[in-house]
């Protein structure tokens, strides 16, 4: 289903508020910004994160950390080698956030460099459904060298591990529990890719003639909505396919429990289609059931700019069933800025992977987003940060 570009049934509009921070010198902060709405520790980069308000009023936040520094390495680069999960507290849901401790890591870790989620773990995403957490996450593991001959032979080792990418999940009953690791680890991944399609440089390649599913090669950036009218769970994600360049598309899986299992539908969601009927290419869903709206709504990045009319910024989608997308009559969620204490906006290079925190009807209270203020991907000086938004919906 092709998105279109007019939804009549919500018209609603998103209005960041001013966060808590402020610009400093860059000896202060190799980021350039600080502030209690900021969350950045020294000696790490600092990547998406996910919040829910715990059972004790607190509001607890899991994020990707991985060390910065390291000799040879860059934030393209160790995301995916060297990604852990972190755990962050905070009384308030929009600021003093503070780190507590590496709350998972690969199993090499801990001796195991076979496990599915052996090398890394990386982009949270965090849920409450009936009373207990689930932790859903992303992770990889590195196959070795592959054999000469073979259409993997000339990947290197980010590359081996990033087309290892799945996706699986803890349940937990308290985060106190998460933080003493009482919980059990997956022992496979929640979902694995169906298909390998890529003419060349891949891993486990299929057989010639295999048609691409959405959950082409990997499958991540895990996004998990209770749906009232079906009484399923649906788990959206990334899957990558190539025409002939790589192009992130999405589908949905769908489940009995938070746990799964998960089967993937055939079908594309929030495919919008390039003059040429090529995928235009989004990423980072974020879905949610507004009960207010009755709807389903969805925040993706916009590569292409087709959706909102400017590039990389987050787009807002509904639906009436999750699986049919189309354009909100606003769909500019945000822009890559950030609107600063003293009244000035600071544009940023990145704003990714966003979480929301919800009122009880459904309606966006907080954004969570992965933020950098100038492209990071070279650098290895740790400056990425989680920035806490402030929202104001307005129903119109």
């Not at 009484?231 to 790589?246: A, D, R, S, T």
């Not at 969620?333 to 929301?356: A, N």
Request: charged share 20%.
């Amino acid at each position: 289903m092709t998105v279109t570009f007019l939804c009549n049934a919500q018209h609603i509009r998103v209005v960041p508020n001013k966060i808590n921070a402020k610009m400093v010198d860059v000896l202060e902060c190799p980021n350039k910004i600080m502030g209690a709405s900021i969350l950045q520790i020294p000696g790490y980069f600092v990547w998406g994160g996910s919040v829910v308000k715990g059972d004790d009023g607190k509001y607890h936040m899991v994020f990707s950390i991985w060390e910065s520094g390291t000799e040879g390495g860059s934030f393209v680069k160790d995301w995916v080698l060297q990604s852990k999960i972190g755990y962050a507290v905070s009384d308030y849901p929009d600021r003093d956030f503070k780190f507590q401790k590496i709350v998972l890591k690969g199993t090499r870790y801990q001796g195991d460099p076979s496990a599915w989620d052996a090398q890394m773990v990386h982009n949270p995403h965090l849920k409450k459904f009936d009373g207990k957490y689930y932790l859903y996450y992303i992770g990889g593991k590195d196959p070795g060298e592959q054999p000469k001959g073979s259409k993997a032979e000339n990947l290197d080792q980010r590359s081996r591990v990033q087309q290892s990418l799945c996706i699986g999940v803890l349940e937990f009953d308290s985060f106190k529990n998460l933080l003493a690791g009482n919980f059990d680890r997956p022992k496979q991944p929640l979902l694995s890719p169906r298909t390998r399609v890529k003419p060349n440089n891949i891993l486990n390649v299929s057989p010639i003639g295999t048609v691409a599913k959405p959950d082409n090669i990997i499958v991540v950036n895990p996004s998990v909505v209770y749906n009232p009218i079906t009484q399923k769970y649906m788990l959206y994600f990334k899957g990558n396919v190539y025409e002939p360049h790589w192009k992130g598309v999405h589908g949905v899986a769908i489940g009995d429990t938070p746990q799964g299992p998960f089967k993937p539908l055939d079908l594309f969601v929030f495919d919008v289609r390039m003059p040429d009927g090529t995928l235009a290419s989004t990423e980072d869903p974020y879905v949610w059931y507004s009960k207010k709206l009755h709807q389903f709504m969805a925040i993706v990045k916009d590569f292409s700019g087709r959706l909102t009319g400017y590039k990389k910024t987050l787009a807002l989608l509904s639906s009436n069933d999750g699986i049919g997308w189309n354009l909100t009559r606003n769909p500019l969620f945000m822009k890559r800025e950030l609107r600063l204490l003293d009244g000035s906006v600071t544009k940023v290079d990145r704003l990714e992977r966003p979480q929301l925190l919800l009122n009880n009807d459904g309606i966006p209270q907080y954004l969570y987003a992965a933020s950098a203020l100038e492209n990071v991907n070279a650098k290895n000086d740790g400056s990425s940060f989680n920035v806490q938004i402030p929202l104001e919906v307005v129903i119109e």
